[in-house]
């Protein structure tokens, strides 16, 4: 499950489009943030994830982050200043069991378009010629349909769609969108004969009766996908602090849960920071980004671990691409990940969560606000032509730099405990021996 929030600049503080995203997935399915650069094609066709499609004689750079075993993006950015992220939803629709799946759309959007709306009529295009389809899980069958949020430095646009049919509304200020569809009739955009199939659907009585949302929705898998009720917290989130929006703010907003004091074996759907928890919160948060997208200049901030409540935002430019961050992940410990190193650290926090965190989450934030302040003062450098890219990706190495260092000072001091609830330690435990994580003091 994935939660995406969008402020354009009438919403935030400093007059940059925002775009945030928490992406969900199975414990096990490490992350990988990959920077391609732009790259010049001769082979007539591309292997995704599933199929094969038509490939073009040049790509743009891009920065996207990735389930490990999938050639698509979840979310990501190419070096134009487009941004795109999705998420999964459940409707009337029928699904398939083959074709382009949803990332796989994102990455092809950002590869070779350069504006939002290009992008949207782009992925518009493949789900009408090619269809949409596949499963989205390695672990298990996953059918769904997609919805997007893609911008880029002047808007942003909101595509939801279910089977070959969709709509698409422009955002005036902000927007977020997860497990469910969101567009009653205020769209902006339609697939041809997307009222007059509801009506033959006898899912509305006419056009007067059609909400786009409500018609296509289903609602058994909707209901339990909890998006509703993530959607309308972080929709609440945004208009409160419309005009003043910045990237703290939705920062806080990606790392919160739904209830207080947080623990993750009371943990629910509807957190935002989804902390895994069995047959009933069976995702957890895989990696997060936020994009700051102004005309002049882009960043990108990921955490490029699981669940931001206990991550660092680091700063990342598609003039410059990533640091080493070792060994490719997959869904088995590799101490030589940066993905799962950190992942190991998590999963010792999570055995006795309210403790660790209250000792680790003052000096979390504040190397968090050290980074933020650094990049700030590196932006208005490299603004004025004092500093050049070298600068952009030191600032870089040493924002991943700081969170290894971070969590080094930690390690001998996070308290691994026998977790209270029995069938959450279970559920964990079967976790961590499939992927292959051992630490001390976790019953046998």
Not at 53 to 79: D, L
Not at 282 to 291: F, G, K, M
Request: charged content about 30%.
């Amino acid at each position: 499950m994935c939660d995406i929030l969008v402020a354009t600049s009438k919403a935030t503080a400093s007059g940059e489009n925002l775009f945030a995203k928490n992406s969900d997935r199975d414990p096990n399915e490490a992350q990988v943030i990959e920077f391609i650069p732009r790259q010049q094609h001769d082979e007539e066709k591309v292997k995704l994830t599933y199929v094969e499609f038509p490939q073009v004689k040049e790509t743009y750079s891009i920065i996207i982050s990735r389930p490990w075993w999938m050639w698509g993006a979840e979310m990501g950015a190419n070096e134009h200043g487009l941004v795109i992220g999705n998420t999964a939803v459940f409707t009337k629709e029928p699904y398939s069991k083959s074709g382009v799946l949803g990332m796989d759309m994102i990455r092809l959007a950002l590869e070779r378009t350069k504006e939002a709306r290009d992008a949207l009529n782009f992925i518009v295009s493949i789900i009408e010629q090619y269809g949409q389809g596949g499963s989205g899980s390695y672990e298990h069958k996953l059918l769904y349909h997609n919805s997007f949020v893609i911008m880029d430095k002047k808007e942003a646009l909101v595509l939801e769609t279910a089977g070959k049919y969709w709509v698409a509304k422009k955002v005036d200020t902000v927007y977020s969108i997860s497990n469910a569809l969101t567009i009653d009739r205020d769209w902006d955009l339609a697939s041809k004969n997307v009222i007059e199939h509801a009506i033959e659907k006898k899912w509305c009585k006419d056009d007067k009766d059609f909400s786009f949302a409500k018609c296509y929705s289903d609602k058994f898998y909707t209901y339990f996908a909890h998006g509703r009720e993530r959607r309308a917290f972080t929709f609440k989130m945004l208009k409160e602090m419309e005009g003043k929006i910045d990237l703290e703010y939705l920062i806080s907003i990606l790392s919160s849960h739904s209830k207080r004091p947080y623990s993750p074996e009371t943990g629910s759907m509807k957190d935002i920071c989804m902390h895994y928890g069995g047959t009933t919160r069976p995702s957890q948060t895989a990696n997060s980004q936020i994009s700051q997208i102004g005309e002049d200049f882009q960043v990108h901030w990921f955490t490029g671990t699981s669940l931001p409540c206990m991550s660092i935002f680091k700063p990342v430019f598609l003039e410059t691409g990533l640091p080493d961050l070792g060994e490719k992940p997959t869904n088995k410990y590799n101490g030589k990940s940066y993905w799962w190193v950190f992942e190991r650290y998590h999963r010792i926090i999570q055995t006795n969560y309210r403790q660790n965190m209250r000792m680790f989450l003052k000096q979390k934030n504040g190397v968090q606000k050290k980074i933020i302040e650094h990049a700030e003062w590196i932006k208005k450098l490299y603004l004025e032509k004092k500093i050049g890219k070298e600068e952009l990706y030191g600032l870089t190495d040493w924002a991943f730099a700081e969170e290894r260092n971070l969590v080094k000072n930690f390690e001998d001091k996070f308290k691994v405990r026998q977790i209270l609830f029995p069938t959450y330690c279970m559920n964990i435990k079967r976790v961590n021996e499939k992927a292959g994580i051992k630490f001390k003091g976790m019953s046998k």
